[in-house]
């Protein structure tokens, strides 16, 4: 019998190192890495945004940190007794929270990062504590090591990450500091670099090779400030906030990075929050615009990113149990979507 008319189909492409979120390969492709045996295929060709799932027994799958696609999770809380509460909500469905576990303690002011595995908080007070806690298991936190400085605390920073640093920049008493630790090991965190002036009360937004900090306080401020992840350096100014605005929460897509509520005006500016949804681009270093309003005007609220979604969660006034989302895809104001298991503020979000 002729075999002229069979094809055989290609076997997969092979490496010595695991693939990248900039590999950049289609849909489909899979990867073995010879030197760990792991097998990865190609679920999302975005390109410089991959999605590598490992199919085989090994875990760790190759994606962006920045966005979730499962769940979003909120943390801590300024004052008790929720301040050690950690619960999710689905990134899928609309709903309410689900309890998840507990961090060592009352956690506030503080601001959160992810990894593939784990949700960290950092900073806040009164303790600069870098804890983590899992997201595949209803596992209580565990303090891992502290930010530079030592236990000194340092409330209201901002929060960002790559695929394997969470970065803290600022916090009070308006440092200007910015910080990073490692996600492959539990550690303190080390200065690689300063914002432009000490700053606290900071929205903090993360793209595939910067790092954003939006407004702040003491002012407040409406300056947006970038630092580079592939090297230590200093932040630089690369645009305005419509006005001045601290307390506010930050989120990113793909291409832009966004601010919603937060405290406008510095007098009386502790009276009445903001309901204001701003984006700037990441492509460019420009101004941001309005594009929408939030259901509540709130600030010291968890923040929240999934592909397709920005969402924010709590935040003052009275402490609200609110959880709302904003798409990504067309401008529009945001949607309220479900409740926490408790109404909280002054605390931190991740996504999974």
Same mark, same amino acid.
Request: charged fraction near 10%.
């Given at each position: 019998t002729s075999g002229a008319s069979l094809s055989v189909k290609p076997g997969p492409l092979t490496s010595a190192s695991d693939p990248t979120i900039s590999s950049n390969k289609t849909l489909g492709t899979e990867w073995l890495n010879t030197t760990s045996g792991e097998m990865y295929i190609c679920t999302d060709a975005t390109a410089d945004a991959n999605i590598w799932t490992n199919v085989g027994e090994g875990t760790g799958n190759i994606q962006t940190l920045y966005q979730g696609t499962q769940k979003g999770y909120s943390s801590g809380d300024g004052a008790a007794p929720n301040g050690n509460v950690i619960d999710w909500f689905s990134f899928t469905s609309d709903g309410n929270s689900t309890d998840h576990a507990d961090l060592t303690a009352q956690r506030g002011y503080t601001v959160g990062h992810s990894s593939d $595995?784990? *949700?960290?908080?950092? *900073? *806040?007070?009164?303790?600069?504590? =870098?804890?983590?806690?899992?997201?595949?298991?209803?596992?209580?936190?565990?303090?891992? !090591?502290?930010?530079? *400085?030592?236990?000194? !605390?340092?409330? &209201?920073?901002?929060?960002?990450?790559? $695929? =394997?640093?969470?970065?803290?920049? !600022?916090? &009070?008493? &308006?440092v200007n500091i910015i910080d990073r630790f490692p996600y492959a090991s539990d550690t303190n965190a080390s200065d690689v670099g300063d914002l432009l002036t000490g700053l606290k009360k900071l929205a903090g937004a993360s793209s595939t090779s910067h790092g954003y900090t939006a407004g702040g306080a003491s002012g407040p401020v409406n300056v947006i400030q970038k630092f580079a992840f592939a090297a230590s350096a200093n932040a630089t100014d690369v645009g305005d906030l419509t006005s001045a605005f601290d307390s506010a929460t930050g989120s990113q897509s793909d291409t832009h990075g966004y601010k919603s509520s937060g405290y406008q005006t510095a007098s009386p500016q502790y009276i009445s929050a903001s309901h204001s949804i701003q984006k700037w681009s990441f492509a460019s270093d420009a101004a941001a615009t309005n594009v929408g309003t939030t259901t509540n005007g709130r600030a010291h609220a968890a923040s929240h990113s999934s592909t397709t979604y920005g969402y924010a969660s709590g935040g003052v006034p009275s402490n609200i149990n609110v959880i709302e989302k904003w798409t990504f895809a067309t401008d529009n104001n945001a949607t309220d979507v479900g409740d926490m298991t408790v109404g909280r503020a002054y605390f931190c979000g991740q996504q999974y």
């Open positions: $595995t784990y *949700g960290y908080v950092s *900073g *806040g007070e009164p303790s600069n504590y =870098i804890e983590k806690f899992p997201f595949a298991s209803q596992t209580n936190g565990t303090n891992i !090591g502290y930010l530079s *400085g030592g236990n000194v !605390g340092r409330n &209201s920073p901002a929060g960002t990450s790559d $695929t =394997i640093y969470g970065y803290t920049a !600022g916090g &009070s008493p &308006s």
